[in-house]
């Protein structure tokens, strides 16, 4: 029951985090249609890294798991970051749009890493006081 709670808390927490960002994003940009594919994506992330970190937590060395999977998942959106801008920066100059391209990557890659971030640390949290408490019951 510990690893339910732990994960719809989580998925509750990272998500708000996640559209917090993608929000404060979406305002500073002045970003218009093209962001509901930053929302979408955010809400994505949220559910996939819940159903991911749900399964580590089931595994004996959950901890390690779970600290491998962030990493993964942190190195995975800086890269796709860096992917989205050297393909933005490999348009023919006259075709470039800096003004309507980069405000969207900023927003598919920021979020997620917040998500990732915050369900990462919520989940981690939760994982050492539950061995700490397993530990002084013991």
């Not at 509901?36 to 749900?54: E, H």
């Not at 917040?114 to 369900?119: I, N, Y």
């Amino acid at each position: 029951m510990r690893i339910a709670f732990t994960s719809l808390f989580a998925f509750i927490l990272s998500g708000f985090a996640g559209g917090l960002v993608a929000q404060l994003l979406a305002v500073a940009t002045h970003a218009q249609e093209e962001y509901i594919l930053v929302f979408m994506a955010s809400a994505l992330v949220t559910i996939c890294v819940t159903i991911v970190f749900f399964i580590a937590q089931l595994f004996s060395n959950a901890s390690a798991i779970i600290n491998w999977l962030a990493l993964c998942a942190i190195v995975l959106f800086a890269l796709i970051g860096l992917s989205l801008i050297g393909w933005t920066f490999s348009q023919p100059v006259d075709k470039r749009q800096w003004g309507g391209d980069l405000p969207v990557v900023a927003g598919i890659v920021l979020p997620n890493l917040a998500t990732v971030l915050v369900h990462w640390l919520f989940v981690r949290r939760r994982l050492r006081r539950g061995l700490i408490e397993a530990q002084v019951g013991a």
